[in-house]
């Protein structure tokens, strides 16, 4: 399995950005799918998740009511709509496969992207 996030890139705050996560594999429906991120200095947190058939959906608190994730599982891509972006966002954004368990832990997860780097100007 492979996995590749880009869309990153260099944005004002208030500003928004989209990213993607194409993944390889036939199965890539059977799997829920996550967002995580890391910022210089901080450990890697959870952003957002969703399951396999993108009815449900989780989110942290700091991005609630402004980030979305969705998925298309005929392109076998996951998406996470940024929006009204803040400094505090800037990070490198990583996708990962949810193999089982709390959506939130990344502990749960199995493979995972390069990282796409989001910076946000204030």
């Known amino acids: 399995v492979q996995l590749q996030a880009y869309g990153g890139g260099l944005v004002q705050a208030g500003g928004s950005l989209r990213l993607s996560c194409a993944a390889s594999?036939?199965?890539?429906?059977?799997?829920?799918m996550g967002w995580f991120r890391q910022a210089p200095g901080k450990e890697r947190e959870f952003v957002a998740a969703?399951?396999?058939?993108?009815?449900?959906?989780y989110y942290a608190d700091s991005v609630k009511g402004r980030f979305t994730m969705s998925r298309d599982n005929s392109k076998n891509t996951v998406y996470l709509q940024m929006n009204s972006l803040r400094p505090e966002d800037t990070a490198v954004y990583y996708c990962?496969?949810?193999?089982?368990?709390?959506?939130?832990?990344?502990?749960?997860?199995?493979?995972w992207g390069q990282g796409t780097l989001v910076t946000v100007s204030s």
């Open positions: 990962a496969r949810h193999l089982g368990g709390n959506y939130y832990d990344q502990r749960s997860y199995k493979y």
């Open positions: 594999g036939r199965i890539f429906s059977a799997y829920g």
């Open positions: 969703l399951t396999w058939s993108g009815d449900s959906t």
